[in-house]
């Protein structure tokens, strides 16, 4: 089992920064990839960054150059986003998200969500 919890979320003006946190416990040796997904209302849920164990990091094209992703130095468990010139379309609920394989089989584990909300 793996639990993530989030942090960071808040209200933020268009054009400003913001920092979310995540950190995950329990069996954190079986993550290989976490990541931070985004839901707005009315709209699916998307991908907005992920980094692997290995370091290879993805982004959507809509946050290319604004956010970045990274993980703690020492400890593995913990990911940053951070969101710079962030706009009002990017407010959502941001999830962290963490691939566990065990035995092969892939278990997705998931953050309740924290509320970022972008004002112009």
């Known amino acids: 089992q793996v639990q993530l919890v989030e942090s960071g979320g808040g209200l933020v003006q268009a054009g400003g920064s913001l920092r979310l946190t995540c950190v995950a416990s329990?069996?954190?040796?079986?993550?290989?990839?976490m990541g931070w997904y985004r839901q707005a209302p009315g709209k699916e849920r998307e991908l907005v960054a992920s980094?692997?164990?290995?370091?290879?990091?993805?982004y959507a094209d809509s946050v290319k150059g604004r956010f970045t992703i990274s993980r703690h130095d020492s400890a593995k468990n913990t990911v940053y986003l951070q969101m710079n010139r962030v706009r009002p379309e990017d407010t959502a609920v941001y999830y962290c998200?963490?691939?566990?394989?065990?035995?092969?089989?892939?278990?997705?584990?998931w953050g309740q969500g924290t509320q970022v909300t972008v004002s112009s």
């Open positions: 998200q963490g691939d566990s394989w065990v035995a092969g089989m892939r278990y997705p584990y």
């Open positions: 329990g069996r954190i040796s079986s993550i290989n990839k």
């Open positions: 980094i692997t164990g290995a370091g290879y990091i993805n």
